[in-house]
């Protein structure tokens, strides 16, 4: 039988308490995931090598990989936009190579994405659900502490006068006190 909620859970025989949590994950599509192709790993690996040698050529075959072999399930127009954005990103790091090598780190990132994205190629984009079940020794029952209150702190009531042996002296910035007489 289930807690109510925020109660702690039910002790069972032998002193044991077990919590069961469920997890359901769902992958939302974003921007990034629509920008690199899913393909199969063996493509993927063939477009990094293309891109560790001769910077964008495999982001360009990647590009192309898009109508025959890669973003299964994806619209005919997300295909086109995919197509796109990596030729055009390919053709960028050909030209950017030369420029302190910005185009050939930026090609070979690119492929560790494509390899990165290969997980999505098989998948099939349902939800996962993930049940952890925990059981632990209950906790050994405490003691009670007993917690007495100390008695308050006697403090001289302010409205006596101070004691006679105490001079009076002036505050700072307040004038003499008059003489007694």
Not at 152 to 160: I, L
Request: aromatic fraction near 10%.
């Amino acid at each position: 039988m289930a807690a109510p909620y925020g109660q702690p859970p039910p002790q069972q025989a032998g002193g044991t308490v077990t919590t069961v949590t469920v997890v359901q994950t769902e992958q939302k599509p974003n921007a990034c995931r629509a920008a690199i192709p899913a393909m199969h790993i063996a493509m993927a690996v063939v477009c990094l090598i293309f891109n560790i040698f001769i910077p964008g050529v495999g982001t360009i075959m990647a590009a192309f990989a898009v109508f025959c072999c890669a973003n299964t399930g994806q619209s005919g127009g997300g295909k086109v936009g995919t197509f796109c954005l990596n030729f055009w990103v390919g053709l960028l790091q050909l030209a950017t190579c030369w420029i302190f090598l910005i185009g050939w780190i930026w090609s070979i990132m690119w492929g560790a994405a494509f390899i990165g994205m290969s997980a999505d190629y098989h998948s099939t984009n349902e939800p996962t659900t993930t049940v952890v079940t925990t059981t632990a020794a209950a906790p050994p029952p405490q003691q009670a502490m007993v917690v007495t209150n100390p008695p308050p702190y006697s403090q001289p009531p302010y409205n006596q006068p101070p004691p006679a042996n105490l001079p009076l002296q002036p505050m700072p910035g307040q004038p003499d006190y008059p003489e007694k007489v």
